[in-house]
């Protein structure tokens, strides 16, 4: 499928509510919703793409998702604004909006296992490894110790495609850094932008069990959240901001379960340990579903699916059920069932290439910090300074969860609403896009609120949401939690169900 041709809108923030139509539409809603919303802040990234209006339309339909939906209940919609510059602060790695009083400059995650070789034939391929299952994988498949230095040697051994072959089939996670033009051009790359943006599906349908409060909009709504990483752990923590009880649930064995603690990922959420795949697991998950709300889940297409509960099931058991899904590489194509993460995605369609590129087409170019302190180096594909593709991907999710929901109780439908990261990347890799003048460093110093909140028993305080909805208090009741601190069970009761 031809890209279709652009016009860049023109104007202060016109690309901000081009983005924001954009998703609005796809996701089954008038273009018109957009025009009321109120956008700040100037200045981006310095790289090729337009990062800040992309971060800011994400959270904008999430906001315009809120105010749809309080609409929908009989009140006045209320208005919607977003500030550029606040909403890249939250696409920030690690994750927003903790800022630690005792330590106010924070500095990015970095890991040796989340990184890029050179190969037999002088490319370069990005691997992640940072979970101790897919370093496992990668070493096994290359036959190597779990050491950098003689996986960069058996790297350097072979052949890019021979090797991405090699390590994929293996289970683990790698991508060769291709340019734009290759993956426009590859199959899966044509099937990718042939993808909707977001594709809603209607499914079964029930009476609500819920109304909307004008200020905690979500109160009462119940979701079961089976997501990994970043992208969809985000979604379901926005819901959680507007009183949703979010309830996540992993496997005993699963990497994030066994290596991360407490994190801003989980604020909000109950954290629950559950292995579906004995019987007795299965069938606690099958009751958690039934009496969910919304579901939302990151795991490859077939992994749900393969615990017993493909979609038509978990339509039959929740009838209603707002579900929503991502993956890596998009739905259809060759590579629709490969696993990403949102550098390996920036590698494979083609975002660091353009980003290397572009910094070595001007010596004299200033070039942005990222959080690391680190600047581009244009002799080799580089990830951009945020994880675009995760945090606006993940919002674009919590819009779709709502719009469900707001769906749902004037109907009574269901839905089945997909993303994926490489359509996300598509989106922001228009090719009449061109960088802007304005460049700022990361991180950015922003404001925070002034309540004190405690995080790994340090005193913290969290920033304000880039997006506001007027009249919704948007804020999380209960502090980030370990794996396997709540049961898996829902925290409250509902009349003739059971907990």
């Not at 290397?356 to 004299?364: H, K, V």
Request: charged content about 25%; hydrophobic content about 40%; glycine content about 8%.
């Amino acid at each position: 499928m031809d890209h279709p041709s652009l016009t860049p809108p023109e104007g202060k923030h016109e690309l901000t509510r081009w983005f924001t139509r954009q998703i609005w539409q796809s996701l089954g809603e008038p273009s018109s919703g957009a025009d009321c919303l109120q956008v700040s802040g100037d200045g981006d990234l310095g790289t090729p793409f337009p990062i800040a209006d992309l971060a800011a339309a994400s959270f904008a339909v999430s906001g315009l998702s809120v105010a749809s939906l309080l609409n929908a209940a009989g009140l006045d919609a209320p208005p919607v604004a977003v500030d550029r510059l606040e909403s890249v602060a939250w696409f920030d790695v690690p994750m927003a909006p903790t800022r630690y009083i005792d330590e106010p400059d924070r500095h990015g995650i970095h890991s040796r296992w989340m990184a890029e070789y050179l190969t037999a034939d002088d490319r370069w391929i990005r691997v992640q490894a940072s979970f101790p299952s897919l370093r496992r994988r990668m070493c096994e498949a290359l036959d190597v110790a779990e050491d950098p230095g003689e996986v960069a040697r058996a790297f350097r051994a072979q052949t890019a495609e021979a090797l991405e072959h090699q390590l994929v089939d293996a289970g683990a996670v790698a991508a060769i850094g291709r340019s734009l033009a290759q993956w426009r051009e590859s199959d899966q790359g044509r099937a990718v932008a042939a993808e909707p943006i977001a594709d809603v599906r209607t499914t079964t349908s029930r009476s609500a069990r819920w109304s909307p409060h004008p200020l905690r909009p979500l109160l009462g709504v119940r979701v079961l959240d089976m997501t990994r990483v970043v992208a969809a752990p985000m979604a379901t923590r926005f819901l959680a901001a507007l009183g949703a009880e979010v309830l996540r649930l992993d496997p005993p064995d699963g990497d994030e379960v066994t290596m991360m603690k407490a994190n801003d990922i989980v604020i909000g959420k109950r954290w629950a340990v559950l292995d579906a795949k004995t019987p007795e697991g299965r069938a606690r998950y099958r009751e958690l579903l039934a009496s969910a709300d919304v579901f939302v889940h990151g795991y490859r297409p077939d992994a749900i699916d393969a615990l017993g509960f493909d979609v038509d099931a978990r339509a039959e058991i929740s009838p209603g059920l707002v579900e929503v899904t991502l993956d890596a590489y998009g739905w259809t194509g060759p590579l629709s069932h490969r696993r990403g993460f949102d550098t390996i995605l920036q590698f494979a369609t083609g975002l660091a290439h353009e980003h290397a590129r572009w910094a070595n087409e001007d010596p004299g170019r200033r070039l942005p910090l990222n959080s690391l302190g680190h600047r581009v180096d244009g002799s080799r594909p580089r990830i951009l300074p945020v994880e675009i593709l995760d945090f606006s991907t993940g919002y674009q999710l919590a819009a779709a969860a709502i719009n469900g929901l707001r769906r749902q109780l004037m109907t009574g439908k269901g839905s089945l609403t997909t993303f994926s990261l490489a359509r996300t990347s598509t989106l922001l890799a228009q090719p009449e896009f061109t960088a802007r003048p304005e460049v700022i460093d990361l991180p950015l110093p922003l404001p925070t609120g002034t309540r004190v909140h405690e995080m790994n028993r340090r005193p913290s305080r969290r920033l304000e949401f880039p997006v506001r909805v007027d009249g919704v208090d948007l804020y999380w009741d209960r502090p980030a939690e370990d794996a396997g601190s709540s049961a898996p069970q829902w925290a409250t009761t509902r009349a003739g169900q059971d907990r």
